[in-house]
């Protein structure tokens, strides 16, 4: 085997020039987009991590309001309850208001009725004592005599222990 200087000589010329072409015009710009790559990574990392902490805070104040949302969600239901309470009150307080205003006039009208009854049945009363009175007597009186006559005993019925 024989080496050949002058052809090794040539090849790590010809290698050298090659790699500072490749250097000068290849490298270069892959180690620069590499450089750019590896940049934006962290940038995008660094996007990601103010992202999420904003997304963070943002939850907070989502839970923030949320719970004020409930308290006042509370308030609003426990104002209907009272409103409602509130007006059932007032509807058992008005028909309670009928109810006696319906039993005060039965009681008035039962009052009424009684008192009716009571002077019919006088009047009842006096004509069949006036009747009697004549079949006793045999003879007729005048009606205005008669009728204040039993009206006097019928008045003093009430006053006579044994009547």
Sequence with gaps: MHIDVPVILTTVIGFLIVVWILKKYAWGPVLDLLDARREKIRSDYAD?????????????????QLGSIKTIEKERVQEAVKRGE???????????????ATLDKARTDLEVETHKAQVELKDQVVDLAIGAAEKLIGQKLDEETHRRLVLDYIENIGETPNA
């Design 48 to 64: 990601a991590d103010s992202a999420r902490g904003e997304a963070a805070k943002l939850k907070d104040e989502f839970e923030v």
């Design 86 to 100: 509130d007006l059932a009150g007032r509807i058992q307080d008005e028909a309670r208001q009928k109810a006696d």
